[in-house]
Structure formats: structure tokens, C-alpha cells
């Protein structure tokens, strides 16, 4: 597969893509069990109801059994009756599941390599945002035609750009180390600055490698051997 390449925000030329990160191909099973992952582990799951035994009202018989003329009754707490308790109403759980380190790497890389096949990715030059500038960052995306919703990944100490996307509509920001995949794969559009590549290069392990920037190293010591 070919090195993908991708525009570069507010500026004429292109940038190569580290074909480690967006070269997988697309599993929808690994890619949709990742993202569901991520979007439950965002639940906080604190839903609670009240149970017969908690709902504040008395446990004695409402009225004699016989002589009024009326049906048999017992507590009013039952859930059958107004104000009484749930029957099977929700408590406080957690909704995580587990899924394995290099299947969510993996997933990561398809959502990316997603964004590379259909063009919707560009790059961030690194000192791009010397201070926020919300102008220039909407200037940016509308002169590259981005589709919202758009995602914006940068690198742990690029405040500067963080501040200048983050209060435009319909864009989410996110830093390389936070990213999931349910952020990656349901964005129309992805910018990714040249910083937050490199780390999430790292984060993705054995199948991330590093971008590009140590080959001629390796080559120099594959012919000092």
C-alpha cells in the first residue's frame, strides 16, 4: 500500500502520513466492540430507583379486611401502586467490559486508516498556534472544506492550539493520549497535528512503530553490520 498523504492545515503542501498508523485494514467487528467499549466507559451508571423496602411509607394494612365493601389490600409500598417501590427499576452498576490492549490499538489504527482512504484527514504543522486564535483555526478548517463533525487530536503540550478549536461548533478536541476510537471513526473529518502523530506512534505499540524520523539510523547501522 502506497504512503498516504495529506494536506496540511493553512498552508499549500502536503504531508506524509506514517503508514504504520494509517495502513490497517478495516475490521468492523474489532472497530465497533472498541467503540462500544469507549462509549460505555463513559457512562457513570449512578441511575437509581427505589426499591419496596426503601420507599418512605408505612407497612401497615391500609384497611380492615372485611366489612367496607372494598377489595382485600395489604401494604401500599408494593409497586403495583402509586408511590410505592420499583419492582425491577435500575441500581447503581458499572458498564465497562475488557477488551484486550492490542485489539483497541488495532481498532485505533483502522479508524484512522478510515480517514486516510477517504481523504477526510490533514495534518497540523507543529508551531502552527504561537497563541490561541479561534479566527485563524475556523479560517483553517473552512479554506480545507472540513466535514463536521470534526476532530481535532494534538499533542500533550499544544494548549495553544487546543484553545483555538475547541469553541468552534460541531469540533471536538482531544488530546493523542485520550483519543478513542468511538472519537476517531465517528468524525466526518480528522485533523491530527505533527506532534500528537508521534505520540500516538508510541501509544499504539508494536503496530504504531515510530513515525518516520529514525529509518535513515537504521539504515546506517544495517550497513555498519
Known amino acids: 500500500m502506497a504512503e498516504a498523504?495529506?494536506?496540511?492545515?493553512g498552508k499549500q503542501g502536503k504531508a506524509d502520513l506514517p503508514k504504520a498508523l494509517f495502513s490497517e485494514p478495516f475490521h468492523e467487528s474489532l472497530v465497533h466492540e472498541a467503540a462500544r467499549a469507549d462509549l460505555n466507559s463513559r457512562r457513570r451508571g449512578t441511575h437509581s430507583s427505589l426499591t419496596?423496602?426503601?420507599?418512605s411509607m408505612t407497612g401497615a394494612k391500609a384497611w380492615r379486611q372485611k366489612g367496607t365493601g372494598r377489595a382485600r389490600v395489604g401494604a401500599l409500598g408494593v409497586p403495583h401502586r402509586y408511590g410505592g417501590g420499583a419492582a425491577f427499576g435500575p441500581k447503581p452498576r458499572h458498564y465497562t467490559?475488557?477488551?484486550?490492549?492490542?485489539?483497541?490499538?488495532?481498532?485505533?489504527?483502522?479508524?484512522?486508516?478510515?480517514?486516510?482512504?477517504?481523504?477526510?484527514?490533514?495534518?497540523?504543522?507543529?508551531?502552527a498556534f504561537k497563541e490561541p486564535s479561534t479566527q485563524q483555526a475556523a479560517d483553517a478548517l473552512a479554506k480545507w472544506g472540513a466535514g463536521a463533525p470534526t476532530l481535532v487530536v494534538v499533542g500533550a503540550e499544544e494548549d495553544a492550539a487546543a484553545k483555538s478549536f475547541r469553541?468552534?461548533?460541531r469540533v471536538q478536541v482531544a488530546q493523542a493520549a485520550a483519543a478513542g476510537v468511538a472519537d476517531v471513526i465517528g468524525a466526518a473529518s480528522l485533523v491530527v497535528s505533527?506532534?500528537?502523530?508521534?505520540?500516538?506512534?508510541?501509544?499504539l505499540g508494536e503496530g504504531?512503530?515510530?513515525?518516520?524520523?529514525?529509518?535513515?539510523?537504521?539504515?546506517?547501522?544495517?550497513?555498519?553490520?
Open 52 to 55: 419496596r423496602g426503601e420507599v
Open 97 to 127: 467490559f475488557k477488551i484486550n490492549r492490542k485489539a483497541r490499538q488495532r481498532a485505533l489504527r483502522a479508524s484512522l486508516s478510515v480517514h486516510a482512504e477517504r481523504g477526510s484527514v490533514a495534518v497540523l504543522a507543529s508551531g
Open 194 to 203: 505533527e506532534q500528537a502523530l508521534e505520540e500516538l506512534a508510541s501509544r
Open 208 to 225: 504504531g512503530g515510530p513515525v518516520p524520523k529514525a529509518e535513515p539510523a537504521a539504515a546506517a547501522e544495517g550497513e555498519a553490520k
Open 167 to 169: 469553541n468552534i461548533p
Open 5 to 9: 498523504k495529506a494536506p496540511v492545515l
